[in-house]
């Protein structure tokens, strides 16, 4: 249950963001720079997730042995 829980929250942290980048996207397509900055930052926020997520099982199942 709180892994779920958890398991929630990193993936509502990671798609909550989408469609306000989508909307700075077509508010800032003239600025391509800034752009790829909000890109970038996004995809370091999900891998980040992704590692957490994948670093914390692996612990787990060492803790466990």
């Known amino acids: ?3 779920l829980l958890t398991t929630y929250s990193e993936w509502l942290s990671v ?5 306000v980048i989508r909307i700075m ?3 800032l ?3 391509p720079l800034l752009l790829h ?3 970038l930052i996004h ?9 957490m997520r994948c670093f914390r099982s692996f612990w787990f ?3 466990i042995r």
Request: net charge positive; proline share 7%.
């Open 25 to 27: 996207i077509h508010s």
């Open 15 to 19: 798609w909550l963001p989408v469609p």
């Open 43 to 51: 995809c370091l926020i999900v891998w980040q997730c992704l590692f």
């Open 61 to 63: 199942v060492n803790a």
């Open 37 to 39: 900055v909000i890109t």
């Open 29 to 31: 397509r003239n600025s």
């Open 1 to 3: 249950s709180t892994t």
